[in-house]
Every structure is written in C-alpha cells, then in structure tokens.
C-alpha cells in the first residue's frame, strides 16, 4: 500500500487497487491533534474522492480514537466498490433427467423403501413434447467505483453457447422440449434428441432396464434380470441372457438367447437369431433361426424359417408353416410342433361359442314364460300386461346377441382360414417322440422319419406326408400314430356351423 | 329431439328409454304421474310425448287435456293397458296422435314412434 511520508499525526493510505482508502492515527496524540479538514486535504492530495460518507467516517475514527494507544489506530474511511460482472446464458437440464431418476411408475415402491437397481438408469430417455431443459439468458452486470471515483467496467454477458439440434425446440419462456421420444445428447456443445439408442457394451447395471420408443442397438449382449424394452427394431450383438426382451418391430439376435427357462423375448414383426435355449418366444411375424431352437415355447404369428435348425424340446405353435432342418432328437426328447394356429383368435372364438348356449337357455326360457301368460290369461291386468311387455323387451334384446356373436365367431374363423397354412418341411429327420398337431389330428412317428419331407393337410382335411426327393405323397397315417385331438379347435367343423 | 316420458312405472319407462335409444334419441326425460308432467312440461318443452294412462295424482288422460288446452301442436302417443275401442276414441278425442297397447313388443313401439314422426314431418312440410 502507498502512503504519505511527512510527519502528520496521521496517514492516509489508498491500496494498490484502489478499492480502499484507510487513515491511520498515530498512537499516544490528544484527539484535537487530528484534524478533520487537514485529513480532508490530505485525502483529497491522494485522489479519493470526496463524499458525506467520507466525512463522517473520519469523525467517527477520531471518536474511535483511544489516545492511549500504543499502535496506530487505522480506520477505512472510503470504500470502493467492485463491478459485479454479467452471468453468461447458461442451459440447464431439467433436475429429473440430470438425477436420472427412473419414471414413477418404474420405481419399485415398498414400506421399507427398497429399491431396485435395475431400473437405475444413466440413459436420459424422453418423450415427445417432455421437458429437457430451461435456457437462462445472461444476466447483466453492473459497473463498480474505486475511491478516486473511477468507473470500473463490468464484463458483458453472452448468450448460451449451447446449439441446439431442430429435435429441440426452445420456447420463448426458454423451455426446451423434446421434438420426438429418445435419447437425451447433451454435452456443453450441442443438445439433441437421437431417436435411435446405441449403447457401446452391455444392457446391465451400467445402463439399468432400458424403455426405449425407438430403435437400439446393443453391441454387446443383455445380462440376467434384465429388461429391454424397444418401440422400434432391435439388434444385439452379443449373447443376451436370461432376460426380458420386448420390441414393437423386428428384432436382430446375432448370437441368440440362453435364457434358462426363464427369460421370454417377444417381438411385434420378425424375430431373427442363431439359437434359443430356454426362452418364451413370441414372435408377430416371422421366426427366422440359424442353430437351434432347444426347450423353448414358441409361437409364431406367420413363418417359421429355420431350414438349417434343429427344434428339440418345449413347443412351437405356428400359424403359417413351418421349415426345419430337423425336429427332436435321438434321445427322444418330448417335442410338440402345432400347425396353422392362432392361438390368440382359436381363444376368442373358444369364447363366443361357449357364451352362446347360456344366451339359447334364456331365449327358451323367456319364450316359454310368454307362452304361459299369454295363454293362461283371457284378459290381462295392469300388472300383467306390464310383466308381459318386460318379457318381450328382454327376448327380443337377449334373441338380439345371437347374430352379433355368430358373426364375430365367422370374421375369426375367416380371418382363421387366410392367414393359416398347416404344413412342415424338414430337410434332415423328425425323430421319434415327437408330436405335430395338423388339422384335427395329433400325429407321432412311429420310427424316426427321414427327409427332407412334407408334412401337409388334403382338402379333406387328412393329413399328408410327401417325400420331397421322390415327390411322391402317401397318408401320414402310415408311417405315423394319428390320434384324433380335441385340444384344439375343430375349424372345420365351426365353419360347416357358422356358414349359416 | 326431446321427448318426455309420462308412466309410473320406472321400469315401463326404461324400455321405452330403451327402445327410443335404439332409434337414436338420447335426450329423454321423465315424469312419473301427470303432475309431474305438467310442472315439467313448461321448461322442458318437448318435441314428442309418451304417456301412460292409468296413473296417481293425475291420470294421463287429463294430463293430455289439461296440456292440448295450451299446445296443440306436440305430438303424444298413449302408451297403455286400456284395449277398449272405446277408450282409443276417448284418447284421440282428447288430442292424442297415436295410441299403443300394453303388452308391446320393442319393434311396434319403435314402429309407433316411427310412424308419428314421420305424420308430423309430413303435415309440417305441407303447412
């Protein structure tokens, strides 16, 4: 700090940013020794500048004054005061995403307030119209003063430096809300939304369950426990493991899936992958396998491609055919193929016919009941004629479900007859201790049967076997145990039923 | 279209609530005897009225003469037990338009209603 050097009983010292102008007392003076003008003067020879406040601030020193003192007393009797710099626009992300905190309805929610890790997630996934953030606009400055009464400039502020992709759209408030549903892409640079989720390795405790409304891609594989929900295609590069897998679209496994009998994958369109072992397969469309398809329950909603794979074990339910390169296995192993289903309209069907009855009961119940009155009574009375009148109403409404109901059960069994087809290829061999459902049929090889070979129904109904090298056809009846089943629906025979 | 139901019985009138449902009249009210009726008549001013006859308070017959003093022109149908020639003479007279007898199946209410209708759009049209 400077300061003056004559031999006044005071100095006056400004600091070398002259932000503060301080009077030191010399010690062991009478008070009147200092006097306010001459302090004035001095502060004025050193530049700062002048105020009521200043001259306050040097009476109050010299009251504060204790001429018994040994050191000088030094009092600040001006202030400087600092700029306060502009805050630069910033954008912050919403509190939720930055937390990751998973949905509410996510959280496993208990007295004991457990939680599940899995759902833990790093990934900030949203949806359309959802919030991601708030731009704050700079805030400006204001310019600071030193004790000579210099301006002192305040830095300006600039606007957020972040660039924001057209998946972002910034309100006029500065909210930010997702154009579309994906993954959050924010670094200090650059905000968007990718409607397609890459993850680098594992779906794990790293990436937590992931709930995706788009396409993914897993380069690596899906570990135990672990859930993989997708809105769009799906494609994993590795093993995926006992987990659960639902996709809205198609799915690519290119390993396959060991899921220890209790994993499940279901898929909206197409389900490709080198092996299932172990898994509840549900694939909307096509079933396409490279290897294997061993102890799985599987349903198909149309094909099944899997000429160079082998099913051995569990079930397999398939709508539109089915191509195999062999089924079962020399040890026999229970292996079930059920041919040209569909399970989900076989049980609606299931379900209007069995109401029908109940409805019939009633119509002759109420047909009955009307009889009676109407011949018991020559003249009806009030009460009866009103009796008469409700019978009427609820015949007429009841009679009035049949129709609706016959032709629901007709559009299913239609929509049934279109999109079925009961047939088998198998390249190689269907060993014994297999069973295939076709028609109204349950058929067993008597002996492991030799391909490549089709297994198809007549028009009759009768199921058929043609060895495709020779192209010759016979019954299936006489290499096979056919056994009439009532496991399943006799199609047939509800469409000879409901044509009417 | 409005319509007001005149019966005491709550469940005469869910048929008939019933069946006018059928036809595509969803703004259905009800009263439950003719006082009823013509303490809601005024306010509700309906375009179609279904009455029983034999009702407390007030009958439906003079509830039909009581309102065609001040309204000729909204059509009633007679919804009752009374089968008497006679008595369907005294209801016309009275200034009801159609007349339906209890028992009635859904379809010849519907039909009655129907027919109603379609006699007022045609002497409308004409007027």
């Known amino acids: ?21 301080t009077l ?81 309805d996510a959280r496993v929610a208990s007295e004991k307030a457990t939680v599940d890790h899995h759902q833990r997630s790093r990934l900030m996934i949203v949806k359309a119209g959802q919030v991601v953030g708030v731009v704050h606009a700079p805030q ?31 309100g006029s408030d500065g909210v930010v809300r997702a154009e579309r549903p994906g993954v959050v892409e924010f670094d200090e640079h650059r905000l968007a939304i990718n409607s397609k989720l890459e993850l680098p390795g594992y779906v794990d405790f790293s990436t937590g369950n992931v709930d995706f409304p788009g396409d993914v891609l897993v380069r690596k594989g899906v570990r135990d426990c672990f859930e993989l929900i997708v809105g769009g295609e799906l494609e994993i590069g590795d093993l995926v493991e006992s987990a659960v897998v639902r996709v809205g679209g198609s799915a690519l496994l290119h390993r396959g899936m060991a899921g220890r009998e209790k994993s499940s994958i279901s898929v909206g369109k197409d389900l490709t ?32 491609r899997c000429e160079h794979a082998t099913v051995v074990g569990g079930s397999v339910i398939v709508a539109h055919g089915a191509e195999l390169n062999q089924i079962g296995s020399d040890g026999r192993v229970a292996t079930e193929i059920v041919l040209g289903r569909i399970a989900e309209l076989e049980k609606l069907v299931s379900e209007l016919v069995a ?12 047909k009955d009941r009307l009889e009676q ?73 008597r002996a492991d049967v030799k391909g490549p070979l089709k297994i198809w129904l007549s028009e009759a109904g009768e199921p058929m076997l043609t060895a495709l090298s020779s192209g ?20 047939a025979a509800l469409r000879e039923r409901f044509a009417a | 279209m409005k319509i007001l139901l005149i019966d005491d019985s709550k469940t005469m009138r869910n048929i008939q609530r019933a069946v006018l449902s059928q036809l595509g009249h969803t703004d259905v009210h009800e009263a439950c005897d003719g006082q009823d009726a013509l303490s809601k008549v005024g306010a509700l001013k309906p375009d179609l009225i279904l009455v029983d006859w034999n009702m407390p308070n007030m009958d439906g017959l003079t509830f039909v003469k009581s309102f065609r003093q001040t309204n000729k022109a909204t059509p009633m149908i007679m919804v009752t037990t009374e089968a008497e020639k006679s008595r369907v003479i005294e209801a016309i007279k009275a200034g009801v338009n159609n007349y339906v007898v209890k028992p009635f ?13 379609s006699r007022l759009q045609t002497q409308q049209q004409h007027a």
């Open chain 1, 140 to 170: 400006p400055g204001e310019d600071g003063v030193d004790v000579t009464g210099k301006n002192l400039a305040a830095k300006q502020g600039r606007p957020s430096v972040v660039n924001f992709d057209p998946s972002v759209k910034v």
């Open chain 1, 1 to 21: 700090m400077s300061g003056s050097q004559d031999a006044t009983p005071f100095q006056v010292m400004v600091s070398a940013d002259r932000m503060t102008a």
């Open chain 1, 472 to 491: 010759t056809s016979q019954p299936l009846s006489t290499i096979c145990k056919l056994t009439p089943e009532s496991r399943y629906l006799d199609l």
């Open chain 1, 355 to 366: 109401i029908r009855p109940a409805i019939e009961d009633r119509v002759a119940k109420l």
């Open chain 2, 105 to 117: 199946t859904p379809d010849l209410l519907s039909q009655r209603i129907s027919e109603t209708l």
């Open chain 1, 273 to 304: 992958g080198k092996f299932f072992d172990g898994v509840t397969i549900d694939a909307g469309r096509d079933l396409i396998v490279g290897k294997e398809i061993s102890h799985c329950h599987v349903r198909v909603g149309r094909r099944m």
């Open chain 1, 373 to 445: 009155l109407q011949r018991a009574t020559v003249k009806l009375t009030a009460q009866q004629a009103e009796e008469l009148t409700e019978l009427q109403f609820e015949l007429a409404t009841t009679e009035g479900k049949i129709k609706p109901i016959d032709q629901a059960v007709w559009q299913a069994l239609c929509r049934i007859g279109r999109h079925t087809e009961a047939s088998l290829t198998v390249q190689r061999v269907v060993h014994c201790g297999v069973k295939v459902w076709i028609g109204k049929y349950c058929a067993e090889p």
């Open chain 1, 24 to 104: 030191s007392l010399a010690p062991g003076q009478a008070r009147e020794a200092f006097d306010p003008g001459v302090i004035e003067l001095a502060l004025d020879e050193r530049g700062v500048s002048r105020s009521s406040d200043r001259s306050a601030r040097i009476a109050e020193a010299i009251a504060a004054y204790d001429p018994t003192g040994q050191e000088p007393s030094a009092f600040v009797v001006v202030q400087g005061r600092p700029p306060r710099h502009a805050v630069d626009g910033r954008f912050e992300l919403d509190a939720a995403l930055a937390h990751h905190e998973p949905p509410d």
